[in-house]
Structure formats: structure tokens, C-alpha cells
């Protein structure tokens, strides 16, 4: 599983983490990426999509066909 959001677009961000000593060292801060299902009742079937923990949010406010719908404006599959 990618660390890609469908809906937001969230991927991993790099940067360093800086040593008492102030060495710098490479490193990635990832989101918090789910796999979540759910019922699309146009399409009449279920959709997996790989979301991150504020996406998940945003399906609860602004619904599942208008979430799918900006996915495929982007142009990815489901």
C-alpha cells in the first residue's frame, strides 16, 4: 500500500532531524494513510480507497458521491 491519499493528495514529506549536536540525518514524516470501504449506491457495489485520517473525516461531512466525484475529476481510477 502506497503512502498516497486519493482524496487530498497527502504523501509522504521529507526533511532531517537535527542532532543535539546539530548533525542532520534525512528523514520522512508519513500520514496516517487507511484502507476503508465503502458503499457507492449509485454504482451499486462497494469502493476500496486508500485515504489519510483527515480524508476520512471529510467523507463523513461532505458524503461519499461528492468525495468519488473530485477523485475521477482527478483522473484517478475506482
Not at 23 to 51: A, D, K
Request: charged share 25%; aromatic share 6%; with cysteine.
Amino acid at each position: 500500500m502506497s503512502a498516497y491519499c486519493l482524496l487530498t493528495g497527502v504523501k509522504p514529506v521529507f526533511g532531517n532531524n537535527v542532532s543535539h549536536s546539530h548533525r542532520r540525518t534525512r528523514r520522512r514524516w508519513n500520514p496516517n494513510i487507511q484502507q476503508r470501504r465503502y458503499w457507492l449506491p449509485s454504482e451499486g457495489r462497494h469502493v476500496r480507497l486508500t485515504l489519510s485520517a483527515r480524508a476520512i473525516k471529510t467523507i463523513d461531512r461532505i458524503g461519499i458521491e461528492r468525495a468519488v466525484a473530485v477523485i475521477r475529476a482527478r483522473g484517478e481510477k475506482i
